[in-house]
């Protein structure tokens, strides 16, 4: 029997999770409505109910922009919701990420 070993890599982008986290974190991070509104997001979120960036989400919904400029849903379910929470929470903190 031949010794089969599997390797497995983890696919980043630009040291984002992904393309989409990527893409999201730009729009964020470049934009001056979605910068402040994201650190306005952690400022005012509820922390019972959601966290800053489905904030964000909600906030984008209301104003029916529901893409970055590049055409990635806000919601997008390959979004890493963490490390953009990690982003906004470091950005409200006034740190460039």
């Given amino acids: 029997m031949k010794n089969q070993t599997t390797q497995t890599t983890q696919q980043t982008y630009n040291g984002w999770a992904n ?6 974190s730009l729009w964020i991070q470049n934009n001056e409505f ?3 509104t994201a650190v306005a997001c952690v400022e005012y979120h509820d922390v019972a109910f959601e966290t800053p ?3 964000f989400i909600r906030n984008m919904h209301n104003v029916d922009d529901l893409t970055t400029g590049d055409g990635v849903r806000w919601d997008d379910e390959l979004v890493n ?3 953009i929470n ?3 929470l470091e950005i409200h903190e006034g740190g460039q990420v």
């Avoid at 393309?19 to 999201?24: F, H």
């Fill in 53 to 55: 960036y489905e904030k």
């Fill in 81 to 83: 919701h963490d490390e």
């Fill in 19 to 24: 393309y989409e986290t990527w893409n999201v």
């Fill in 34 to 36: 979605l910068y402040n």
């Fill in 86 to 88: 990690a982003m906004m």
